[in-house]
Nanobody, 127 residues
């Protein structure tokens, strides 16, 4: 069982920055594929950024590419999401997720493929 504990988030004005953290309390091998997802009210959960332990190239959704950066501290088994140039449309509940998913499937896996999820953290961007 993998337990993911999120921190960070909050409220910021458009153009501001926030950082999200996601700490996994298990060995790295059980969370090869990790990612950030978000869900706005009335909308489906969508993938924002993903990173596989064996790949140096992260994946970003078009809506956040160039503004968000995903990174991982393997020593502390912590995943981060640095969010810059935030827009009101970035407002959502953000979740981290992890799973033993191959590098081939990590970047296209559906939300239902990820077995482990953080508790969620709200990000609100005002105009």
């Amino acid at each position: 069982q993998v337990r993911l504990v999120q921190s960070g988030g909050g409220s910021v004005q458009a153009g501001g920055s926030l950082r999200l953290s996601c700490a996994a309390d298990t060995t790295t091998v059980r969370s090869q594929c990790m990612g950030w997802f978000r869900q706005a009210p009335g909308k489906e959960r969508e993938g924002v950024a993903r990173l596989h332990i064996t790949s140096g190239s992260p994946y970003y959704a078009d809506s956040v590419a160039g503004r968000f950066a995903i990174s991982r501290d393997s020593a502390e088994n912590t995943l981060y999401l640095e969010m810059n140039s935030l827009k009101p449309e970035d407002t959502a509940m953000y979740y981290c997720a992890a799973g033993l998913i191959s590098s081939v499937d990590c970047y296209t896996a559906s939300t239902s493929t990820f077995p482990y999820w953080g508790q969620g953290t709200q990000v609100t961007v005002s105009s």
